[in-house]
Each structure stands twice: as C-alpha cells, then as structure tokens.
C-alpha cells in the first residue's frame, strides 16, 4: 500500500471511528476521565454536533502519546461491539502514527468551529498526494485475512473473549487507596482559561476584576474557582453503559465517634486507652467545632483500611461545593501517597497553588486573603500514616513540616485542619488536643440501608437481604464498608443465576468474596487468565516496594486497557509542580493490589514454594514510624491463607492453565506455615492475624490445632477491633475445648461487636476494660450474653452506660445462672440503676461477686444496698469505701442430687420464643454443624425470662446457707451521720449473724459512736466492729466504755484518739458443753492454749494516745468496772499523759478492778522513783507476776500470769471432775519477775529497789539492766541479797562490769548461803541463782567465764573459792591465765575443796602446763581424771572426787613433746604411782623417743598402761615396733597395735620378774582391724631373746590384718618360735582381710602334737568384716589337749 493508499485507508478507519463512538458518547467521557483525569467536559462543548465532539476528544487522547492511545484502542475492541474488519484495522495501527497525525491534524483544519465535521464521507486529499488507487478484491481479502491471523494472536495472548461487553463497574468510592476519586484528592486542574466560562455564570464574575477592589475580586474568582472544581471532582458521577445512576450515588455515612485520648508530642503515640464514645454519633457538621477561634484547630479522623475515610473526605469537598459547610470559604484536600511524591522544597503557597489549583493571576494577593480569612480555610491531608520523613520531620520544605506548622498554628494562624490516619502510632507534629474522631464501619441498619441504595429493583434488594439475614459470617464482613460494596457487587452478579440461599454460599470468606468479585467483573464469566497474573505480577512488585501509583511507563498498554475494562485500575493527574504532570493509575483499592498479587504468587509458574511462604507472615496492627517506606501488605496473608483453601483449587488451577499439583502444593505450604505460628506465643495483634488467616483457609484441623494452642489468658491491649475481627476469634474458639478468658482493655470497638460472640460457648472471663461504651454496646452484649454457656465472670469498666443500657443487662443477667463475677467498675451509674443491679442477686445463684466501684452512690442508696445485703441470703460481704463498692456472695454448696436434677431441666437448645423464628447457625468450619446454644441477637432479654423459673428455685443448700450464713458490712468514708447509725442499727437487728462491721472514716461522732456501742451486744458480731475517724472525743470514750460494759462477747476495745482508731473485736461465745466427757475436752484446752493465746473469757481494753490524765483515772475506772467482772482484763493506757501522779493514782485504783491479765503504762512519762514505786504494786495486787520495764524507752508492762491458770480466781469456779487437780488446775508457787532495763543502777535507787521488794511475796525473780554497774552499785545489790529471801534468780544481762566483779561474786558464795550458782560471762553477763527456803543447804557452782583473769588474780580467786563448803564446779576457761597462771591455780587446787570438775581451757596454755599437771598429780589425791588438748580444741579439764582415787587416767594430745620434754615426762611419771593409764595422741613421739620413755619409767609396784597413737603406728614393721617394746623397764603384759587407729598400747607389771610367764595380749578396739600391713622383717637371735625376757609373762596375742607371707617369711617364723616359748599365753587371734594361706602355716605350729603350751583350749578360724577375711583364734586352758 502506498502512502496515498495508507491515506486513504486512514481516512476511512477515521470515519468508521467516530461513527462508532458517536453512539456510545457517554462511555467516550469515561474514557476520557480514565485517561485524562484533568478533562475539561464543560457545558461549551455541547454546542458541536457529536461526530465533531467526538474528533476533538479523540484529538486530545492522542497527543497524550502513543502508550495512552494504544491502550485506548485496546479499549475499544474489549468492550464496544466493534466489527471484525475495523477491529483488524484498529489493532494494525499500532505504532503508525504519523499518517493518523496528519489525519486529525488536517480535520481539525478544515473543520469550522460553527459547522459540525461532515464525518468520513468526503474525500480528503494531503498537499502533493496522488489519487487513490483502486485495490483489487483479492488483495483487500488477503489483508483482510492476515489481520484476522494478526487479531487472534493478540486475543490468545491477551486472553480475550470472542466479543466483550462492557462489564459493571466498582463504584468510584470503593475507598481511598488508588481510587479515582481518592487520587483525586490531590489532582491538579490546570488553570482554565477566560474563553471556557463562555456562557457560564462564572462568566460575569471574571468580567468585573477590571474594576472595584481587585484584591476582593481575584479572591472571589479564585473561591469560585475552588468550587467549581471541586463539584468536577467530587460532585457528579459518570455511569457507564447499561448502569443505574444511583449505583454510583451510594453513600451511606459510616459510624462515628468521639475518641479521648490524649497525643504525647514528644513521641506521636496515643497515650492511654483510645475510649471511643458509644451513643454519640459524630455528623459531619460536627467534625468542626466553631466555637473555637483560638490555637490550633485539628482534628484526626482515625479508622481501619476499608472503612471509608477517603471517601468522607470526598463527601466533605462535595458538600463544601454544593454550599453546605458555609463555615468555611476555601477548602483543599491532599492526600499524602502523592504527597511523598515531592521531594523538592515546598512554601504554603507552593503547595496550595501549584499541587493543587492556581489563580488565574497575582497569586501572592489570593495567598494574602487567605491569611487574614484562614479561620475559613479548610484543610485535609488524607493518609497521614502513610506520611514518609526520610530527611526527619524538620527537614527545611518537606511536606510534613508543612503539615507540622499547619498543626500547630505557625503557618496559617486560625485554620483548620483535619487528617485521616489509620489507629496506631501517629507523628508527633501532631497536638495534644488535638480532636480524635474514629469510624467504626457500617452497623446492621447501615448495611441494609447500602443495599437498599446500592439494588435499584425490589426484587434484588429483597434477595440481597435476605441473604445476608441467613449469612452471620458474610454480615460480619459488610461491617467493613469496602466489603460491604464487594460483597454488593458479587450478589448483583449471583443472585439472578442461583436460586436463594445458594449465592451466598459462594461467599464464606473475604478471598472468596474477592474472587467472585474478579468473576463478576468479568465479561460473561470469562476469565482473561494472562492479563489477570501480569497485573498480579504489578501489583506484587508494587507492594514489595511499597508503590500504589503507577505511571505508564510501569504498566504495559494491553495492561492499562484491561485493568480500565475491568474496572481494576483507576486514573488520575499527578503533578509534581508547575508543568509537570503526568497521568497515574493505581488499583481500586489497595486490598485490590493485595489479592492480586496473591493470586500472582499462588498460580504463577514464576513463583516457587519458598518465595511464597516468605509473604506467610503475621504483621501488628500498630504502624510503625521507622519504616523507610510504606507496608502495604496488610491483607496479603489472609489472602494467601484464603486462596489456600480446597475451595479455591479449581479457579487457581485455570489461572495456572491446568498445574494442578503444583497449586495443591503451594496450598499445601501455606498451610504447614500457619501450622507453625498457630504454635507460638503470640501478642494480641497477632492473634487476631492469625484467625483471620485460619478461617480463611476453611481447614477445621488447622482451625482446632489454632484454638487449641491459644492460652487459657487471651488479652487484647490496646489495638483496634472490628465486629469482624471477634466474628473470626468466634469461630475459631468453637474448635476449642478448654474454657479461656477473653479481656479487652483500651481496644476500641464497635457498639455492635459483642453480637459477634452470640454462642461463644468458650468463654470463661470476659471483660472490657476502660471502655466508654454506651448503651448500643450494652444492649448487644445483652443480646450475647446468654448464648455463653461456660461464662462465669463479666467485666464492663470504664464506660458510660446509662439506665438504658443497664436495664437491658438486668434483663439478660438471670439468664446467665453460672456467672461467678459481675463487674460494672466506674460507669458512672445513677442511683437508681446501681439498685436495680442489685435486684438481680437473688437470681444468680452461683454468683461470688458484684463490683459496683467508681459509680457515686449517695447514702440513702447505701442504705437500701445495706438492706439488700442483710435480706439476700447469698451476700456474705458488703463492702463501700468512697467511690469502692463491691458485694461478695458465697453462693450455697448443692448437692450431687441438686446438680443432677439442675443439669436435667437445663436445654441443649434456647428457641427464640419470638414469632420470626430466628436460629443462630453456627460458624464452625465443619459444614452443618450447629451450635449446642442458639439465642435470638435481635431479641432482649426479657423474651427468655420465662425459662428460668426452676433454676432460680431456692434449693435446700441455699436455706441452709441463709440460715448459717454471717455478714460482713464495710462502709467506710460513707458520710453516715447519727440518724443514719439510728437506721443502720434497726437495719441490721433484724439480720443475720454480722461478722464484721466497718464504719470508719465516717461522721458518727460520739452519740454515733455510743449507739453502736450499745447496740453491739445485740448485733451478733462475732468478729469486729470499726468506728475509726468517726470524731469520737474524750468525753465520749467513757460514754463507749460504759456502753460495752455488758456485753460479754467484747474480746477487744483499741481506742487511740490520736490515731482516731476506735475497733471492737468480739469472741463468738462458748457453746454450752453437753456431758463430762465435753466439758473435760473443754477444760483440756484450755490448759494446752498457747502463752499468746487468750482465754475465751479474758479482754482487751486499750486506750492508747487518747491524752489521758490522772484526772480521768477516777471517771474511767468507774466506766471499766463493769468491764472487769466479766473476766481477765488486759488494760493498755500506753501512750497517753498519766504522769508520776497518774502512776500513783492508778497503783490506788487498780485494786478495785479485780484481777487484770496485764497493764500497760507505756509511754507515760514516768520518772526513776515513780517506775521502781510500781514495785509495791507486787504486794498489793494478787494477780501481778510480772513486772517489764524499759526506763528510756517508757515501756512498763504489769502482767500476770500469761498461761492463764489464774482462770477461775474471780467469780465462781466451775466444776472440775475427779483428778483436776492431777491435771493442773491446782494452785502452785509460780515466780514473780521484775526486769528492769535501760535504767541507772545507781546505790540508792538499788536500795530503793530492795526495800520496795522486801515485802513481795516469792518466789522472785529480778532482771536488771543497764549500760554500766560500777563495783559500789553492785555490792550495795550484793549486800542487799540476805534481805531478799525469796529471791530466786538474780540477773544482769547487757550490763558492764568491772574486773573486780568476778571476786565480788566469788565471795557471795561464800557469805550468802542461798547461792547456789555463780554464772559470770564476759563481764556482761551475771546470773546468780538462789536456793528456796525449803532447800538444804547443798553445793555451788562458779562460772568466770570470758573475765580476763590473769596470774595476778590467780591467788585471790582460789582464796575466796576455799571458803566454799562445797564446790561442784569451777569453769574459770577463756580468760587469760596463761603457763605462769595455771602453774600457780595448780599449787593452789589442794586448798579448794572442788568435788566436781574445773575447766581451764583456752588459757593460752603450753607443753609446760601439760608437764607440770602430770609433775603436780602426786599432791592432789582427790583428782581422778584430766585431760589436755593443745591442739585447736585447747581444752584443759580435771575431773574430781570428794574423796581420794586410787587410779588416775590422764589423757594428753597435739602437746608436740620435744626430746628434752622425754625424760621429765618420765620422771613424772615415776613419781605419779595412782597414775595407772596414761594416752599420748599424736604428741610428736617417734619410736625412738619411745622405747627412752618405756625405758625411763620406773615403779616400785604396780600396772601401768601406756597407749600411744601416732602417724607413724600404721607404718611401723612389727619388728621394730616389737624393740620398742623389749626396751621396756617393766614386764610387759600386754602390747596393742592398730594401723586405722594407728595405734600402739603397752601394759607393764612393775617390779620386773625374770622368772615368772609373761603374757603378750594384742587387743585392738573390738571390731576394727588389730595389726594391718606390718612386714616382720628377718629374725634376729638377739631380738628373740630380750623379747623372751621382757614378755615372758604374756598372756594373750591378736594380729590384725598382716602380711605375714609376702617377701619376707622372717617375721612367720619369728612368731612361730615366739608363741613356742610363751607358756602363759592364753588367747591368740589374728585377722587378714587379704587371707591366703599365712595362718595356714601357723596352724601346725600351734596343734597337737607339736603345741608345747599346756593352756592351749582350742583353735577358731571365722570370717572377720565385711570383706572376705580371716581370724584365728586359740583358746588356751590348763591342761594339753
């Protein structure tokens, strides 16, 4: 084809064109709209017949380029009905354009502006062109049939339908991200020129700036300007082809409400709990307030994505140009999502002008009138968590700072502002008071007042209903007001196909409601499967980068045109400043991005299983404001999870084009990453993530893995939650079996959000905390309460419910007989409404608690909740502190059979009794179930109060309980006055047993406070009555005291005044005991009380802090007197101001009370004398036993005796049984004490004391005290001892003494015979105790323990010791006596008559001390034993007799003898003749030191045993340690050797006989080893023969445990020929653990024939030990076997 023909051609597909279009001319202006989104469609152009309107909007598209113009042909062939032959021409033109240029170019030449263009008929020929060339009929079929191939290829590849119609379009307002209208909010109307208001009324308004004010009339121009642009925007809709115009008018507002919270400006957060208002619905007119001209003025508009923010903000500019908001005068809308775009430095100017509408001229003078009228000016900036800040927040120009000025009132002073934000962390350029505004979505009359709206025909609004009515789970979703129009859009494309019921079927879930919005708007269901996951794969790449605006350059054309046919994309101008703009597209929604790209990655071959899953995550509903760019992947795992689902197999299969396996293992990675996270722990946010992605995978094991795995405390802080939200955690939780606890707190939440948890079974504690709901949450929740069945605790705090609302819980309360608790904490409830809460008691049966806290309730309330607690018979407490009020009940214990019957009468089933017979449908995922617990959510309460009456039937454990139940009643700091008192008391006569009263902190004052009192008896408290800081004063104590005297179950009064503390405690009285064997029982109980422990008879009176002086004592003794002869009175009057005066007084009165258990005079300000004074009190007052004072610290304590024996002394005693006194209640001597510390003991306060204490009767024990007793103070208390005879104990603890007081005690032994122990520690501690007058006179003992004595006091001690008669024992150890100390106490012991023991250990003694006790034994005859320890015991004992020892023992360890200590040692021991045993315990003595000291020793007569024991015992060969022996001076009779013990003992007979048998005995410790591991060694003939000397008496051998076999048979041999030679041996054993055959070899030596020994019994061989050994043993008797 030549040019001309190409001409030609073009001139015709021109002419076919426009005809075709000039059909359709409203789908041409949507087109226009989509790809000019700046379009002027002005009332001008309606003046042009359509064909010529219709070549200049097709003149305009094309010069946008060549992308826009293709896809505006892509257009074209998808959705009009276009024929075959023009469809191929128009595709074939792509990319030629410079014909079709010169096309238009010379039409729009020759088109006069007064004609209409004549259309394709006439010929047109270009300057130098030649004449069209006729084509032959074969070459226009050729081409025909080559554009055909050509058309099918591009259909294929595109996925096209044969013939395409034009499908329903979303409605513009779907919301605001990528919407057209929500990207409009910051699209850029180029300045318009002066000729296109040619015939509009702006018109004349332009005309007049060539005069008057020019200031006042550009500003006018530029208002109407805003206007007029804004109705282009925002004011009219443009329906396609074949749609109703009100499909594209529905707006339905969504909930609004009144958020309070208060904005932290340091970090942008929220502080506290976001309290949304229930009740009060928000207007748009409302969202500004005013009133308010100073500061700045913002408001945050604050909602979840879909809940139509974006779109409030279009309706505001609508109504503003429609004249409505007449407040303000300009208004200009953002959005930030472009905003972000703008990354240059912006002025205020700037940003109004050049982003968004410019003046015609002299800006700076608009910008001026602004200023002074910016209390008029309107500003919205939309998607302020979508606000970025990568050079921070006060970067110089960036759009936050701006926005940040704007706030705070620099820039723009008086404006408004408002921004929409979803709820999370918010920038901190925000104010603090600023006004908080939430949406809260569409409610059950919203939803069906948008369907009404949204189906136009009758029919459809009643089926769209009507499926909705049958589908809890599709209405959850249409709480979201974008679900809300998809799910519209899917029903208009369902309903007329499917019969009802069958259409909502197809929408169970979110994913599947997108999917059958993607079928529906498909053209006659054909599904383009290319085109749709190329788009998937945009938007994935635009999520993974955080981009919702496209520009053409992003988007292939054939894209474009198909996102624009299926009204999946959406266009707008985006300007970046003067001239620069570009056209942009974004997806409808941003959920809309999302489920494409999830279709993307879930059916496309280019993604593999391990980059899907990584998109399986679980993200909070917090933003955070350190991202770098935005998240826009929100919903991507719910659709994932969603697509996962079985359902969704057969659509992903034929996106994949038939992949089956591969789509099924995709799902099947899903689902294993949901099992995994179902697993973890997981924050509240996370939670509900979760849910969402379980229930859309419709995967009942996953859903029960899910429920299962959840804790038992679910809480929910601090996030928002939408009516969808609980819809899913509700069905999820009826997979779980366990009960679980549900607690919300400062979350907020839709009025209508508890109608989501209607037959939540689960729910164990459900609690909404620091709420400000209202009633529309009460009312739901009472709709939903009764369908829980586990429920057993409720919690409403923080809201403002009124009597509406509560009236509706009243009414669903009965219904719920299970709760255990019931919250209605700080809601503000009236008076009225807390009592008709109250009226539900009775009907909860097994409620424990009601909390009422935080609601004002006035006192004639108070009074009536008093009556209520005192008549139901479940109260056990009631309980009222200022704004605290809270009942406690303790419902009655039923018994099984109660239970049995109850569980019998109790429906599997609630059947609404109303007549629309509605049946709640379960959720569960397994398809038919139903829930074991249907209820009604549109009915009340009070339609189901007629199944209650046999549950709320008293059974016999409640009449048991009200009849043994008592009563707590706490109203503290309650404003209760007398008359109020007078009230109570009537009140609380006719009650139960009380079991305690708390009135303090109120204004009874004394006349109160005396009614109470008088009333007490008769009240029947058993446990305590308050009436603290009730302003009792001193005069109406007396008036209390006498009030109380009569009643006998009065245990304790504490009134201190100046802590305005006025408490009763009662003791329940004492059942009457029926027979002897209970009365003994009684009686035996009493005797076993602890010392703490109060008989039942005995009370407390104290009046502590109350100013008490001796002028009172008089008057309120008179009051206690009554008091006194109900049994043991503990009196306390510590604290007050009694004085010495008062002490004396009271020391008067006290007789006259009877007998008291104690008195306390604490703190009263007495003096020295005054406190010793009270020492007469012992002869004057039977009952005092004890005395307790602390002079410094004013304690003073009278008190009797505490195990209270003195129990019967007043009144008449009962009768005892036979052998009561056996059991202990006959009187005996108990002692009476006085202790007295923190006192100066100086002499004449002592003898003071003493002559004060002459006449107390004994026996007496005194304590004293004090920092310092000089040596004069302690022999004036020593000397007054013989006046004291009936003193026992004399004690002085904590006391300083001197050096001189161990003498002076010494010498009391001697001078007062009463003494019987002399106890001195450390010169602190001095304790002596006396003989009673019955004792004989006996012995004594003295203990100087710790008192520094030294050599020096060595002599004097020992003299005033030896005037003792008898001496037990003398313990002078820890001092400082040292060698030189003891040698002298050792001259000096033969003149101390000590029958008993003395101690000197730790004196600091050496190896001298040791010698000259063994060198001092000959003079002391009485001593009987010592022993010595050098080591680290260091002890040094001697034991005596009262008369003369034959035989002594002396015991000597770690004394490290040195060679030169050897021969003393032995001398010693020499002259020591009654000296008989002598042991030596590791004394540093080797064998040959020895064998010097057995050499050494020498007696005229007698034994002497020595036994030595020393490392070297165990290691020592027999051989040698036989030498040591043979060295002895003495005959040896025994020798002993033990390696455990390692041990040696020698027994010598002096004189020595040569003649005579010796004995050898071998003897260790029975049970040990005797002689262990010891070589003989060789046999030496001299040896042999001084053994036969020295041992010829030895009558008895034992060897334990030697080796008599190994290496060496000397030593066998040695023993052979040894026990051949002793003729007196009598007993030989041996024992080896390691037995062989050693003792084998002695046996013949030691049997007949060869034994020569005519002794010789028998022989025994036995095992030995644990372990496997062997003992020989031989008997040796007279005569030869």
């Not at 255990?820 to 109250?838: A, G, H, K, M, W």
């Not at 006192?1239 to 920092?1267: D, I, N, R």
Request: one cysteine or more; glycine letters at 6%.
């Amino acid at each position: 084809m030549d040019p001309v023909d190409l001409q030609l051609g073009n001139k015709n597909l021109w002419s076919c064109l426009v005809r075709l279009l000039s059909k359709d001319p409203e789908w041409l202006n949507a087109k226009m709209k989509f790809f000019l989104p700046n379009t002027d469609l002005d009332s001008r152009n309606e003046t042009l017949d359509p064909e010529q309107r219709v070549i200049l909007q097709l003149n305009k598209l094309h010069v946008q380029g060549s992308a826009t113009w293709q896809s505006f042909i892509h257009c074209v062939c998808m959705q009009l009905e276009v024929p075959l032959e023009l469809e191929v021409l128009l595709l074939s033109t792509f990319g030629c354009d410079d014909g079709f240029t010169s096309q238009l170019g010379a039409e729009g030449k020759s088109l006069p502006e007064s004609q209409l263009h004549q259309g394709l008929k006439r010929p047109h020929q270009s300057c130098g062109s030649s004449p069209r060339r006729k084509q032959c009929r074969k070459q226009q079929l050729v081409s025909r049939r080559k554009g055909l191939e050509v058309l099918h290829r591009q259909r294929r590849r595109l996925g096209w339908p044969r013939r395409v119609s034009p499908p329903i379009w979303l409605h513009g307002d779907f919301s605001r991200e990528g919407s057209a209208e929500g990207a409009g909010s910051t699209i850029q109307v180029s300045a318009l020129p002066s000729r296109l208001f040619q015939g509009h009324p702006m018109s004349s308004v332009l005309k007049e700036t060539q005069g008057g004010d020019q200031f006042g009339e550009l500003a006018k121009k530029y208002l109407q300007l805003l206007r007029t642009s804004a109705q282009q925007r925002y004011g009219s809709r443009i329906p396609g082809s074949g749609q109703s115009h009100a499909f594209h008018q529905v707006y339905v507002p969504p909930i609004l409400r009144r958020a309070t919270a208060s904005l932290d400006t340091q970090e942008g957060a929220i502080m506290g709990d976001l309290k949304v208002e229930d009740g009060t619905d928000v207007s748009i007119s409302d969202l500004f307030n005013t009133r308010v001209n100073k500061g700045p003025r913002v408001t945050v508009l604050l909602g979840k994505a879909g809940m139509g923010k974006t779109t409030l903000a279009h309706r505001l500019c609508q109504k503003w140009a429609e004249g409505h908001l007449d407040c303000f005068q300009a208004l200009f809308l953002f959005e930030f999502r472009q905003l972000n775009l703008i990354t240059r430095f912006l002025t205020l100017s700037q940003l109004l002008f050049d982003l968004y509408l410019s003046p015609e001229s002299d800006p700076d003078a608009v910008f001026q009138y602004l200023e002074k009228n910016a209390d008029q000016v309107l500003l919205i900036f939309d998607g302020l968590d979508e606000a970025l800040q990568p050079m921070g927040p006060d970067g110089p120009g960036s759009v936050l700072t701006l926005f940040s000025r704007l706030c705070r009132g620099t820039l723009l002073p008086g404006c408004r502002v408002m921004a929409t934000s979803r709820p999370g962390k918010l920038p901190a350029c925000l104010p603090a008071e600023a006004a908080m505004v939430y949406m809260l979505g569409f409610d059950g009359p919203r939803v069906e007042e948008y369907v009404n709206h949204f189906f136009s025909a009758q029919p459809l609004q009643e089926g769209a209903l009507a499926e909705l009515q049958t589908n809890g789970r599709l209405r959850s979703l249409c709480a979201v007001p974008a679900l809300c129009q998809v799910a519209c859009l899917c029903l208009h494309h369902l309903l007329p196909d499917h019969a009802p019921g069958q259409s909502v079927a197809l929408l169970p879930t979110m994913t599947q409601l997108y999917m059958q919005m993607v079928l529906a708007l498909s053209p006659r269901g054909h599904l383009p499967t290319t085109s749709l996951l190329d788009l998937g794969e945009v938007a994935l790449r635009g999520l993974e980068t955080g981009k919702v605006i496209f520009y053409a350059k992003d988007i292939a054309p054939p894209l474009i045109a198909f996102g624009a046919t299926h009204s999946l994309l959406t266009s707008f101008c985006v300007r970046t400043g003067p001239g620069h703009q570009q056209t942009g597209y974004a997806f409808t929604h941003v959920s809309l991005q999302e489920f494409l790209a999830a279709l993307h990655l879930m059916a496309s071959p280019k993604v593999d299983k391990d980059t899907l899953t990584q998109h399986v995550t679980l993200h909070s509903r917090w933003v955070q404001r350190t991202k770098a760019r935005l998240d826009l992947s929100d919903h991507l795992p719910t659709f994932l999870a969603g697509l996962a689902s079985c359902t969704c197999r057969p659509f992903l299969s034929h996106l994949a084009q038939g992949n089956e396996d591969c789509v099924g293992t995709k799902q099947a990675a899903v689902v294993q990453v949901l099992k995994k996270l179902a697993t973890r722990k997981l924050t509240g946010p996370k939670v509900v993530e979760l849910c969402h992605c379980v229930n859309e995978t419709q995967e009942p094991e996953l859903a029960s893995l899910t429920a299962q795995s959840l804790p038992y405390q679910l809480p929910f802080h601090n996030f928002p939650l939408t009516c969808t939200d609980l819809a899913t955690l509700t069905n999820i939780l009826e997979h779980r079996e366990a009960p679980i606890h549900l607690d919300f707190d400062g979350c907020p939440l839709e009025p209508h959000c508890p109608e989501a948890l209607v037959g939540c079974g689960q729910i164990e504690n459900l609690s909404f905390k620091s709420r400000k709901c209202g009633d529309a949450f009460a009312e739901a929740l009472s709709r939903s309460l009764p369908t829980m069945g586990r429920l057993q605790m409720l919690g409403l705090a923080g809201s403002k419910i009124t009597a509406r609302g509560i009236s509706h819980l009243v009414k669903a309360l009965p219904l719920c007989p299970q709760l255990e608790e019931v919250s209605f904490r700080d809601n503000q409830l009236s008076d009225q409404v807390v009592l008709n809460i109250v009226e539900v008691l009775p009907h909860l049966p097994r409620l424990r608690k009601l909390d009422l806290s935080g609601n004002s309730v006035c006192v004639s309330t108070l009074l009536c909740l008093a009556r209520v607690a005192v008549t139901c018979p479940t109260i056990r407490t009631l309980q009222a502190r200022k704004a605290d009020l809270i009942f406690l009940l303790s419902p009655p214990t039923e018994t099984t059979a109660e239970l049995q019957r109850k569980e019998k009468r109790e429906p599997t089933a609630v059947t609404c009794p109303r007549p629309h017979g509605y049946t709640r449908q379960s959720q569960n995922l397994n398809k038919g179930s139903i829930s074991p617990q249907t209820f009604c959510p549109s009915c009340s309460a009070e339609s189901h109060l007629g199944h209650l009456a046999p549950d709320l039937q008293e059974s016999d454990g409640q009449r048991k309980g009200a009849q043994s139940r008592s009563l707590t009643l706490r109203l503290q700091k309650c404003q209760l006055q007398v008359h109020d008192a007078e009230t109570l008391i009537a009140l609380l006569q006719e009650g139960p047993h009380l079991e305690e009263v708390d009135l303090s902190g109120n204004q009874l004052e004394d006349e109160g406070c005396r009614l109470m009192a008088e009333a007490a008896s008769q009240l029947h408290i058993t446990r305590k009555l308050d009436l603290s800081d009730n302003g009792l004063s001193l005069a109406g104590v007396h008036c209390v005291l006498r009030a109380v005297s009569a009643c006998w179950t009065l245990a304790e009064l504490h009134i201190s005044l100046q802590h305005k503390t006025v408490v009763f405690m009662f003791a329940q009285e004492p059942e009457e005991q029926e027979g002897p064997q209970e009365r003994a029982a009684f009686l035996d109980s009493l005797m076993l009380q602890m010392p703490s422990e109060l008989p039942l008879s005995s009370r407390r009176m104290r009046l502590t802090h109350c100013g008490l002086q001796a002028k009172h004592l008089e008057q309120l003794c008179k009051a206690l007197g009554g008091s006194c002869h109900l049994g043991h009175l503990h009196l306390d009057f510590s604290g007050n101001a009694l004085g010495d005066e008062g002490a004396t007084r009271l020391a008067q009165l006290l007789p006259g009370l009877g007998a008291l258990q104690s008195l306390n005079l604490s703190e009263n300000s007495l003096s020295l004398d005054a406190v010793l004074g009270l020492a007469r009190c012992f002869s004057t007052l039977q009952w005092l036993f004890h005395l307790d004072i602390s002079f410094e610290s004013q304690h003073i304590l009278l008190r009797g005796d505490k195990t209270g024996r003195d129990i019967w002394t007043t009144g008449s005693s009962p009768d005892f049984p036979a052998g009561a006194e056996f059991l202990g209640f006959r009187r005996r001597c108990i002692p009476r004490s006085l202790r007295l510390s923190e006192c100066p003991l100086e002499p004449p306060s002592l003898t003071h004391l003493c002559a004060t204490l002459k006449e107390c009767p004994g026996p007496l024990e005194l304590q004293l005290s004090c920092e310092f007793l000089s040596d004069q103070s302690l022999e004036t208390l020593l000397d007054c001892l013989p006046r004291l005879p009936q003193l026992s104990l004399l004690q002085l603890s904590q006391t300083g003494l001197s050096p001189k007081s161990p003498f002076l005690l010494a010498n009391t032994l001697s001078l007062c015979p009463r003494v019987k122990k002399v106890d001195l520690r450390s010169l602190h501690h001095a304790t002596l105790h006396f003989r009673s007058n019955e004792e004989q006179e006996g012995v004594c003992c003295g203990r100087f323990t710790g008192c520094s004595l030294s050599q020096e006091h060595v002599e004097s001690l020992c003299r005033l010791l030896s005037k003792c008669k008898d001496l037990s024992q003398v313990d002078l150890s820890a001092n400082l006596l040292g060698d030189s100390g003891l040698r002298c106490l050792l001259e000096c012991l033969p003149q101390v008559p000590i029958s008993g023991s003395l101690d000197l250990s730790h004196n600091s003694v050496s190896q001298e001390s040791a010698l000259y006790l063994v060198e001092t034994l000959p003079s002391c005859p009485r001593v009987r034993e010592a022993s010595v320890n050098l080591g680290s015991e260091q002890s040094f004992r001697i034991h005596f007799s009262k008369e003369d020892q034959a035989g002594k023992t002396l015991r000597l360890s770690e004394c490290s003898f040195r060679p030169e200590h050897v021969s003393r040692l032995a001398t010693g021991l020499s002259q020591s003749l009654q000296l008989t045993e002598l042991t030596l315990t590791q004394c540093c003595l080797d064998q040959e030191q020895l064998a010097i000291l057995l050499s050494l020793v020498g007696r005229p007569a007698g034994l002497f045993s020595l036994r030595v024991q020393e490392p070297w015992a165990d290691r020592a060969g027999i051989l040698s340690l036989l030498e040591v022996c043979a060295q002895a001076s003495g005959s040896v009779t025994e020798i002993s050797i033990s390696k455990t013990q390692q041990q040696l003992c020698v027994q010598l007979e002096f004189p020595r006989q040569e003649e005579n048998p010796v004995a050898l005995r071998w003897d260790p410790a029975p049970g040990t080893p005797r002689l262990a591991h010891c070589d003989l060694g060789t046999h030496h003939s001299l040896l042999v023969g001084q053994l036969m000397e020295t041992c010829a008496r030895l009558q008895q051998l034992s060897l334990s445990q030697v080796n008599l076999w190994e290496d060496n048979d000397d030593s066998s041999l040695l023993l052979q020929n040894l026990l051949l030679s002793l003729s007196q041996l009598k007993t030989f054993r041996y024992a080896d653990k390691t037995f062989t055959q050693a003792p084998l070899q002695l046996c013949p030596a030691l049997t007949p024939p060869v034994i020569p020994s005519p002794g010789l019994r028998g022989l025994s061989v036995s095992p030995c030990g644990q372990k496997p050994q062997v003992a020989l043993e031989m008997i040796f008797r007279g005569t030869q076997l």
